[in-house]
């Protein structure tokens, strides 16, 4: 069993039949709130920032299309690529998030590329060594134990995306 091509394939499947679930993204489905008091992100003096909580509550809040393709672009992929693949400096508090439905895809698509490349570049010992401390409870485990939670990430919040977007479709607005 190569476990490496497996998971990229995992990757690169689940990719390949959701990313065209999002094409043709607006604005105005990008920030729609479809409860009150929904997470989203939100102009601030320098930028863009995400309504966030540590910890978070119980139970968490809704969240928009913004706030969870953001969190997959950045929190999911981008922290990964900077921590693994780059110069460590992604923040989770950071105030650079994409204004607008196409600016966050393609964040989204830069993200994922640049994570897809930096993982598909691992040799067989790259992806059985421990992540480190960049990682905290994934710190001892390999980067394939990485890679397999990353997918479920986006698989679980990829879902949730979809139903957004179906939900905003059939006229929940």
Do not use: K
């Not at 863009?48 to 706030?67: I, K, R």
């Amino acid at each position: 069993m190569d476990w490496r091509e497996e998971a990229l394939d995992q990757l690169d499947f689940y990719w390949a039949g959701w990313r065209p679930r999002l094409d043709g993204l607006t604005d105005e489905e990008y920030f729609w709130e479809p409860v009150a008091g929904c997470w989203s992100i939100r102009p601030v003096a320098d930028g863009w920032a995400m309504d966030f909580a540590f910890p978070e509550p119980d139970p968490p809040p809704v969240t928009t299309l913004a706030w969870r393709l953001n969190h997959i672009a950045g929190h999911v992929f981008g922290l990964r690529v900077s921590n693994h693949f780059g110069d460590g400096s992604y923040r989770m508090d950071h105030h650079d998030h994409p204004a607008t439905a196409a600016a966050a895809l393609s964040y989204l698509d830069e993200q994922h590329r640049s994570w897809r490349d930096g993982i598909g570049a691992l040799d067989a010992a790259g992806w059985a060594r421990p992540v480190g401390r960049a990682e905290g409870p994934f710190a001892d485990r390999s980067y394939l134990a990485l890679v397999l939670h990353l997918n479920r990430e986006l698989c679980h919040h990829g879902g949730e995306v979809a139903l957004l977007r179906d939900l905003y479709r059939a006229g929940a607005r």
